[in-house]
Every structure is written in C-alpha cells, then in structure tokens.
C-alpha cells in the first residue's frame, strides 16, 4: 500500500546555450536574449553604485545631490525594466511551450 504512494523522482536536465551548441533559431534567441539579460542587470547593478556614490560624495550640495537621486532614480527604473522583459520572457517561453534554453524532458534512471 505505501509501495504505490511512492513515486520515482527523475532529475532534470538543464540545457545550456553557448556560442558553441548552438543547433536551431530557438537556441540564438535565447542566447541573445539571455546575454541582454544579463548586461542589463550588470548595468543596472553599476549605477546604482555609481549613484550611490555620486549622492554620498556630494557633501549638502543641492545640485550634486539632486542629479545623484535622478541617477539612482534612473537605475532604479531600469532594473525594473530589466525585471520586466525577463518576467515576459519567462512568460512567453511557458505560454509557447519553448525550451528558452531551460529544462529538458526528465530522463528516467532505470537503475543501470
């Protein structure tokens, strides 16, 4: 009776894509998207700092001070952006059924 409340649990495969493995057209967008990405959130990472930065060394400056909140509010904004276009492109590769460069069918371990 517990026998049969207990199923096998497969691992997954994740699929990686590289410059190097790239076999259809589904592939070279997730790179490009998955590099654009990733940039985005580096850059996105580096404001910040940079604005941080900017408004700490601005010393009681109003005018340093004011472009140092518009700079964090800037990178703010595009982490945000970023965030977006990563939720659709998640979205869209789970309404589409595509791979996006993520998990493959589970391959059964028949204990081999």
Known sequence: MLAN???PVYAVTLKQVTITN???????????????????ISLTIIFLILGGIQYITSKGDQKAAQE???????????FI?????????????????????????PVPNIGL
């Open 5 to 7: 409340l207990l199923q």
């Open 22 to 40: 790239i076999t259809s057209l589904t592939d070279v967008f997730t790179l490009a998207v998955n590099v654009v990405l990733g940039i985005g």
């Open 68 to 78: 140092a909140r518009t700079s964090l509010t800037n990178a703010v904004i595009g």
């Open 81 to 105: 952006v970023v965030i977006g276009a990563f939720t659709i492109k998640t979205v869209m590769v789970s309404i589409l059924g595509a791979s996006g460069g993520g998990v493959e069918e």
